[in-house]
């Protein structure tokens, strides 16, 4: 064997090694997701009070720290928690969870407008505003449930009107952060994804829809005529994980803003919801049900020309429809 010359055994023991080496780089590049704790189970969380107009409904919690002034009455199908020992708590899990998105290194700028932009997963930053000024902003997982997306946002995050947040590539909302150093104002008619944490104040126009949260640090939480659903990844219980997104039936039946595909055709995405409508089964006059009526009738033909009695029919068998 000539020195210097790696054996066959040698090179692909070296291919192998290589191949798990560039694995676990990738593995570790990954963006992280970022825990909200008890803060998940809350639609809206504010700071100095919550103000609503309109007929708002929110599937997840309210809450209130350290402010004690909720007007308006949303309609919430979770509970509603002021300044109490729970709604403290979710604060101080907003706090970790806004810092540690902030703290997290960029992966390049997101602009200043998002109108018509292509984001795959990592962490974007705007220094100072952040503005989606018309259309929509894609965010492609490529195919990766796990994928994580964070925009870092110095100051403002603003909307203009029937714009949208759209995921694709099996992108899951419970994967979507928007860090704001001030304010976030979404626009009348905006289709919002993602789990908005703003230090001060945050504004649901008009018939904004939302599917996420709304979490202010330390201002108020605006809202009129809104719709705001919950996500929580199916493998964690405090809005973490890789596992397919969960919705309720109620969620579903209220609609999902974001996709711009049914979630079945999607990679990852949403598994049937429990309860939700099914496809409609087949009518009991169906084909099947046809064919089996003309197999028996022909049988009691044959019957009555060989036999003197007729034997007692057998049970169909079973069809496409299994009421």
């Given at each position: ?82 300044d109490d ?115 001060a104040t ?34 964690s219980t ?86």
């Open positions: 064997m000539t020195r210097g010359v790696p054996t066959k055994h040698t090179a692909a023991l070296l291919l192998v090694v290589g191949c798990t080496l560039m694995f676990s780089t990738s593995a570790l590049g990954a963006t992280a997701t970022v825990g909200l704790g008890t803060a998940a189970g809350f639609s809206v969380l504010g700071g100095s009070t919550v103000t609503n107009t309109g007929p708002t409904t929110m599937f997840g919690d309210l809450g209130l720290s350290p402010g004690s002034s909720v007007t308006g009455a949303p309609h919430v199908l979770g509970e509603t928690h002021v020992a729970v709604a403290i708590g979710a604060k101080n899990a907003l706090t970790t969870a806004y810092n540690d998105a902030a703290s997290r290194p960029s992966n390049g700028s997101a602009g200043t407008d998002l109108s018509g932009q292509v984001f795959l997963p990592g962490v974007r930053t705007a220094s100072s505003s952040l503005l989606l000024s018309s259309g929509s902003v894609t965010l492609d997982a490529e195919g990766n449930p796990s994928a994580v997306f964070i925009f870092q946002i110095g100051s403002t995050l603003i909307t203009g009107s029937n714009t949208s947040v759209v995921l694709t590539g099996g992108a899951q909302v419970c994967n979507v952060f928007w860090q704001v150093g001030s304010s976030a104002t979404l626009g009348t008619g905006t289709s919002f994804v993602g789990t908005i944490m703003a230090s945050i504004t649901a126009n008009t018939a904004a829809t939302i599917h996420g949260r709304l979490l202010a640090s330390t201002g108020a939480v605006n809202l009129d005529t809104n719709t705001i659903t919950n996500s929580n990844c199916a493998s405090n809005g973490e994980g890789s596992g397919g997104e969960t919705i309720t039936a109620a969620e579903a039946a209220a609609g999902i803003p974001g996709t711009t595909a049914p979630a079945a055709t999607l990679p990852g995405s949403m598994p049937p919801v429990s309860g939700a409508p099914s496809a409609p089964r087949p009518p009991i006059g169906s084909r099947t049900t046809t064919k089996h009526g003309a197999s028996h009738k022909g049988r009691h033909k044959r019957s009555s020309k060989t036999r003197p009695s007729a034997r007692p029919a057998l049970p169909n068998k079973r069809g496409a429809f299994t009421g």
